[in-house]
Nanobody, 123 residues
Framework: QRQPVESGGGLVQAGGSLRLSCTASGFTFSQNAMAWYRQNPGKQRNLVASIASDGSTNYEDSVKGRFTISRDNAKNTVYLQMNGLKPEDTAAYYC?????????????????WGQGTQVTVSS
């Protein structure tokens, strides 16, 4: 099954910014909803931000006003701009796609999970 490639994570101080990128070959981004998720060891993977095929976005309450999801269909890439990072944002971040925003949350999703990209925010 197709897997995405996530990148852009790293170690940053509280208040800093990072931009994550996600791409996958052989996939029509423009016709699908996309999302970013995050997970800590032993915890559930949670949906953080989603963007529908029409460009409408939705965010988890804890990241509203700080994170921005966007997409570049020509580059087959979805981004997550993260500003005002907090230690509680520390997690592995993953992306995925689905035919609808409902399926981003409940499945089935288009891809198996990738390697993710680690974001660590120090206090």
């Amino acid at each position: 099954q197709r897997q995405p490639v996530e990148s852009g994570g790293g170690l940053v101080q509280a208040g800093g910014s990072l931009r994550l990128s996600c791409t996958a070959s052989g996939f029509t981004f423009s016709q699908n909803a996309m999302a970013w998720y995050r997970q800590n060891p032993g915890k559930q993977r949670n949906l953080v931000a989603s963007i529908a095929s029409d460009g409408s976005t939705n965010y988890e309450d804890s990241v509203k006003g700080r994170f921005t999801i966007s997409r570049d269909n020509a580059k087959n890439t979805v981004y997550l701009q993260m500003n005002g990072l907090k230690p509680e944002d520390t997690a592995a971040y993953y992306c995925n796609a689905a035919s609808s925003t409902y399926r981003l949350r409940f499945g089935p999703r288009a891809w198996s999970w990738g390697q993710g990209t680690q974001v660590t925010v120090s206090s």
